[in-house]
């Protein structure tokens, strides 16, 4: 199993900008589709981002597109969400996901999908 920490959350502004990234530790991530779920207050865990193993392919949940940018390092071991034009509205947990595949490019959008996951990260937009 591979084990995932994220950082870089924090309170930001509205239409700010703030990065997070997910390290892995345990095994090697290049083997592992990624994603960035969110969880708000009250609410269930939402689908943000996913990428291929590969980072060839990438995919946005309607909120985000646009203003939220998913990528990794597999040299790194690390997968990054860079967010952009944040509002109140983007203040959650995030989580992000990961899921062994030996497909380079297929991404998965639904949090039953993975089976390892870190802790979370707080990102809180104030207006």
């Known amino acids: 199993q591979v084990q995932l920490v994220e950082s870089g959350g924090g309170l930001v502004q509205a239409g700010g900008s703030r990065r997070l990234s997910c390290a892995a530790s345990g095994r090697t991530l290049n083997m592992y589709a990624m994603g960035w779920f969110r969880q708000a207050p009250g609410k269930e865990r939402e689908f943000v981002t996913a990428i291929s193993r590969s980072g060839g392919r990438t995919y946005y949940a309607d909120a985000v597109k646009g203003r939220f940018t998913i990528s990794r390092d597999n040299a790194k071991n690390t997968v990054y969400l860079q967010m952009s034009s944040l509002k109140p509205e983007d203040t959650a947990v995030y989580y992000c996901?990961?899921?062994?595949?030996?497909?380079?490019?297929?991404?998965?959008?639904?949090?039953?999908?993975?089976?390892?996951w870190g802790q979370g990260t707080q990102v809180t937009v104030s207006s």
């Open positions: 996901g990961g899921r062994f595949t030996y497909s380079y490019d297929t991404y998965y959008h639904a949090s039953d999908q993975y089976n390892n």
